[in-house]
């Protein structure tokens, strides 16, 4: 096989936040983060603290959303609810920047908001992901195209303190002229652009539409060094099918993985 299973079972933050989750589909979510060894769990904020104790004595960390999943807080809040995400047991934060102000081109704000969250996150030890939402990005804005507003993100990002950018927060739904909506989530395209985009001490998060193991091996070869998930089981479960029969038939050597995922 290409990577190993902890490799790739290491990218992975397990995406518990769909607004209908009871807490018995979040504490089941947690054990079944700890049972494939993953990254992370992403949670709600106000059930991190039982995430924490619902990990314990597992390497798996606990990350909270904040500003989710449209950005809208205003930054004072976001600031707070890092610091009590951070003091319930999150080290990892995943926040969406204002969506609304960077296609204003209201850069500056922008900056200050991110900064508000990593300086606070930096200060409990976490770590912060900033949630871009390229779908609603494609046109671009204030004056830019969709391919240097994600450059001016990126770069906006690096100099707060961002320790990730994130595509999605994969509820970014764009409404259709027939009322339909539609989410494309992370595309290639928009990896490779954002790790160029970025220093090496800035790492990139895949999140939306990786529902299969051809997906995540794809996203870490663009680059990406997370991806958010709510198809955890079947993609670590497909991988250990392929290794098996990988193991049973060595003279056929690694199985072929390629095609397009998104």
């Known amino acids: 096989m290409k990577y190993t299973y902890e490799e790739l079972a290491k990218m992975i933050d397990h995406s518990l936040l769909h ?3 009871t807490d018995a589909e979040l504490e089941a979510g947690c054990r079944l983060a700890a049972k494939y060894n993953v990254a992370s769990v992403c949670i ?11 990990l314990q004595g597992s390497d798996v960390r606990v990350g909270a959303v904040i500003g989710f999943p449209h950005g809208n807080s205003c930054t004072e809040s976001k600031r707070y609810e890092t610091e009590l995400a951070c003091r319930d047991g999150a080290v990892e934060i995943d926040m969406v920047i204002n969506i609304g102000k960077a296609l204003s081109g209201d850069w500056e704000y922008v900056e200050r908001d991110v900064k508000a969250v990593c300086d606070e996150a ?23 195209s969709g391919d240097e507003f994600k450059r001016r993100l990126c770069e906006l ?57 051809d997906g995540l091996i794809n996203v870490r070869d663009l680059g990406a060094t997370r991806c958010g998930a709510t198809a955890t089981a079947a993609m670590l479960d497909e991988y250990r099918r392929r290794l098996a029969a990988t193991e049973s038939t060595p003279d056929k050597g690694p199985t072929s993985i390629g095609g397009g995922y998104y």
């Open 122 to 144: 930096h200060q409990h030890g976490a770590q912060v992901k900033v949630i871009f939402e390229n779908d609603y990005l494609t046109s671009g804005g204030a004056g830019l």
């Open 44 to 54: 709600k904020p106000y059930a991190v603290k039982q995430a924490v104790e619902w």
């Open 157 to 213: 990002c690096e100099r707060a303190g961002a320790d990730w950018v994130k595509t999605s927060s994969g509820y970014g739904f764009v409404k259709q002229v027939d009322g339909s909506y539609s989410y494309q989530g992370a595309t290639e395209h928009d990896l490779n652009l954002m790790r160029g985009s970025c220093s090496s001490k800035v790492q990139v998060k895949a999140a939306g539409g990786v529902r299969d193991l």
């Open 19 to 21: 607004p209908t989750m």
